[in-house]
Every structure is written in C-alpha cells, then in structure tokens.
C-alpha cells in the first residue's frame, strides 16, 4: 500500500473553510483515498473515500488532483467539534488500511 | 448505523495475566481488524480476518494471537501480558472484501494498563 506524507498539525477559524492536504505520490491505480479522523480517546471515524472522482457527503468534500499524487480534504465550515487528528490513508485490495501520524486540526474560536 | 462494540473500555492486568479482548460487530461484515495505537506512533495493524476461522498476521503480530469462531465476533488474545503492551486496543470492520471501496468502521477503543 502507497505511503501517504501530510502535515502534522494546522489550524483554522472556526466557520472558515479547513484544507488538509495529503501527498500520495506512489499510489498505483487500485488504490482508494481515505480520510479518517480521531477526537480524543475515541475511535477513529470514516469521514470520505475517492478513487480518481473529487467526492462530497454531508462531513466532507474530497479533491483529488489529476494525476492522482495529492488530495486536499474540505471541511466547508469548520466548528470547534472538528478539531481531530485527520488520517490519509491509501490503501488497495486488500482492505487493510494503514495508519501514518496524521494531522492535528485545531479549530480555533 | 454500523455498530462495532468492543467488550471493556478500560482494563487493568498483571504482568503474565492472559488477557481477552472481544469485538462484536452487528453488520454481518466479512472484514474484522485489531490495531493497536501509542502516541507518537499512530495506528498499527496487529492482525486482521476476511473470514470466519480466517487470519493474517499485520505489521506487530508479536505477543498475539486471534480468534473468530463466529462472524460477528473477533476476539485478540495476549497469551501473557506484559508491560509494553500497555496500549489503547481498537477493533475494526468492514463489508466484502478484500476489495477497494469500502468502508472500515471502528469501535470505540479498550485501553489496556498492565501493571
């Protein structure tokens, strides 16, 4: 499974838009985005996933650049409640994901 | 809603003890996954199962053993529990597979302090 480098913390006003970038240069051509957070002392919680198509739900918006090396995960309007450490995984066939050190988004009033 | 529940949130064990940790997940999915996460460390795989009676080892299977005699049920076992295994325990699942696409849902952790 390709290896994902991201930031280890960002910040962000609350009600302003948060992107978190995530670099995946070698991914091969199965493999899926994931994006994961964490609060504290909780599980961690799925958030989105893409495979080349930019993806929007109700938490997130997922861009995938063309060539498919980088993403950038949109909170549209960040509140105190998504400050976490955010998980960019890549990961293929198998299933089995794997977890770097993520990014700690602090949300700030 | 996906419901993963792990059996004990925290638990307190002596050195040597055998310790039982059991995840139940009420999706019917094939998937089931053991992490364990240290700070500084992140999330690290200990082992995972596509099916029932089915294991593979992940990257720090050492000092472990699983057990999924039932579908719903995976169950991490340490044969004798030591210090450095002092560690928050996160189970995980997930539908069909192994196939890209889809999603892991985890439960809510089981921290473990052996003394």
């Known amino acids: 499974d390709a290896k994902t480098t991201q930031p280890p913390s960002m910040d962000c006003a609350e009600g302003r838009a948060a992107n978190l970038p995530c670099n995946h240069s070698?991914?091969?051509?199965?493999?899926?985005v994931y994006w994961y957070r964490q609060i504290h002392s909780q599980g961690p919680q799925y958030i989105i996933h893409?495979?080349?198509n930019n993806e929007t739900n109700e938490m997130a918006s997922l861009i995938i650049t063309e060539d498919r090396k980088s993403s950038t995960l949109i909170l549209p309007h960040a509140t105190l409640r998504d400050t976490a450490v955010y998980y960019c995984?890549?990961?293929?066939?198998?299933?089995?994901?794997?977890f770097g050190t993520g990014t700690l988004l602090a949300v700030q009033p | 809603d996906v419901k993963v529940t792990q059996s004990s949130r925290y638990l307190v064990k002596r050195t040597g003890e055998k310790v039982f940790l059991e995840c139940v997940q009420d999706?019917?999915?094939?998937?089931m996954f053991w992490y364990r996460q240290d700070p500084g460390l992140g999330l690290r795989l200990i082992y995972f199962?596509?099916?029932?009676?089915?294991?593979e080892k992940g990257d720090i299977p050492e000092g472990y053993s699983v057990s999924r005699e039932k579908k719903e049920r995976f169950s991490l076992i340490l044969e004798s529990a030591s210090t450095n295994q002092t560690s928050m325990y996160l189970c995980?699942?997930?539908?069909?597979?192994?196939?890209?696409?889809?999603?892991?849902?985890f439960g809510e952790g089981s921290w473990l302090t052996v003394v």
């Open positions: 995980a699942s997930s539908p069909t597979g192994p196939y890209p696409g889809n999603t892991i849902y």
């Open positions: 070698t991914i091969s051509g199965n493999e899926y």
């Open positions: 893409g495979l080349k």
């Open positions: 995984i890549v990961s293929g066939a198998t299933n089995k994901l794997i």
């Open positions: 999706m019917d999915h094939e998937n």
């Open positions: 199962s596509y099916d029932v009676k089915m294991k």
